[in-house]
């Protein structure tokens, strides 16, 4: 599990990178395992204040390696195995309360595309896809793949890309607005990031707070987004950053966040 992801932090960004080249990080259960143990890393340790996550070698993720079912694995149990394994992890990147920023070098396919689409935002390059796979053997997208892309394009273009099989190209990703920025390949990486040390620097309690804003308001009406982020916002009245933002405003000068 431990050469499966790597994980590294610097300046407050926390690194997590997929690591099975040879596989084209195929997610396999250490794969898996090894992503949850990274995210729980960066929950728990208030010096991490954002996170990039990206894969090895040629590729960001080929999908859900079919090797982890075994020949006499039934439908049911590879059923239960999806919701077992990928339900909590997934959660695991929207309760996170610090910005994600997926620096996806290649393709992201599959169950792979799940993770750049759950990833709060996304560096691109022109050479970089989306490629929803499952329909080229036979399957339905899983992993939360389908909830992820419909918020994101609607409904009739998330099929039609569910549907198709093709990959969706950095440049098309951009004008569909899956993916925030498109970058030289080799500047992807680094700009990836030089953003998440921006964010770091912000003010990351209220980043966090903003983050659960918007994953409640996906599901909810206008009146109970607007009592969620009344609730939440609690914490942000009796921080250190709502009085250091104020005060450095006053003094017309940069404030020095401490994400508490």
Known sequence: MENAVLFEANKGVATITLNRPDRYNAVNQDLVDGISSALTKCENDDSIRAVVLTGS???????ADMSVFSDNATAEERSQYIIDQYQPLMNQFFTLKKP??????????????AFALACDFRVMSAESGILYAFVNIGLGPDGGASWLLARQVGYSRALEIATSGKKVSGTECLALGLTNRI????ELLNNAKQWAEELAKGATLAIGIAKEDMFYAINHSLNEAI?????KQVAAFKSHDLKEGVTAFLEKRKPNFLGK
């Open 57 to 63: 070698g040629r590729g960001f993720c080929a999908g």
């Open 100 to 113: 994600i920023i997926g620096a996806i070098n290649g393709t992201a396919a599959g169950v792979g595309a």
């Open 183 to 186: 970058v030289p390949q080799e």
């Open 227 to 231: 009592a969620f982020e009344a609730r």
